[in-house]
T-cell receptor, first 111, second 114 residues
């Protein structure tokens, strides 16, 4: 599975768009990129998954360029309730079902 | 759909004691996972079941740890002869093929070994 690297922390003001970038230089052909969100004292929650180009759902957008060596999670107009840890994970579509979490990015939204 | 539930939510035990945790996955989900999370770290995979079969185990899962999923429904994770290093949040998750990457996590059981 690809090793992912993301910033340890980020701050943003309420109402701004937040972009969290993750690098995964050794991503394999069968790997997908998945993002999870975790609030304190709760289990992680799935946000979005993608393979290439752009994916959008009601919560976020995920952009993965053609070389797939990085990805960017975009959160539109964040609010205080978006303060959480965001994990970028590679997920193999070829057999292993475990998720491999790193330390994640702690996003702090400031009023 | 009531989500994934775990019991107990908190457990304090003395070193050397055995503990058992229970996880009830989302009812139609055939895959169930156990993870462990320590402070400041992301969750670490421990083991995974498809129905009642335990298909994968991490090398983190020492022989003091055992997990079962009888009848392919709820699962239990037992830790024998607990050590202080076992103190962590134990998370359970479940998923349904083909979206096995979309895992639904429970609230976790926080274990403190004194």
């Amino acid at each position: 599975l690809a090793k992912t690297t993301q910033p340890i922390s980020m701050d943003s003001y309420e109402g701004q768009e937040v972009n969290i970038t993750c690098s995964h230089n050794n991503i394999a052909t069968n790997d997908y990129i998945t993002w999870y969100q975790q609030f304190p004292s709760q289990g992680p929650r799935f946000i979005i998954q993608g393979y290439k180009t752009k994916v959008t759902n009601e919560v976020a957008s995920l952009f993965i360029p053609a070389d797939r060596k990085s990805s960017t999670l975009s959160l539109p107009r964040v609010s205080l309730s978006d303060t959480a840890v965001y994990y970028c994970l590679s997920y193999s579509g070829a057999g292993s079902y475990q998720l491999t979490f790193g330390k994640g990015t702690k996003l702090s939204v400031i009023p | 759909d009531t989500g994934v539930s775990q019991d107990p939510r908190h457990k304090i035990t003395k070193r050397g004691q055995n503990v058992t945790f229970r996880c009830d996955p989302i009812s139609e989900h055939n895959r169930l996972y156990w993870y462990r999370q320590t402070l400041g770290q992301g969750p670490e995979f421990l083991t995974y079941f498809q129905n009642e079969a335990q298909l994968e185990k991490s090398r983190l899962l020492s022989d003091r740890f055992s997990a079962e999923r009888p009848k392919g429904s709820f699962s239990t994770l037992e830790i024998q002869r607990t050590e202080q290093g076992d103190s962590a949040m134990y998370l359970c998750a479940s998923s349904l093929a083909p979206r096995q990457y979309e895992q639904y996590f429970g609230p976790g059981t926080r274990l403190t070994v004194t």
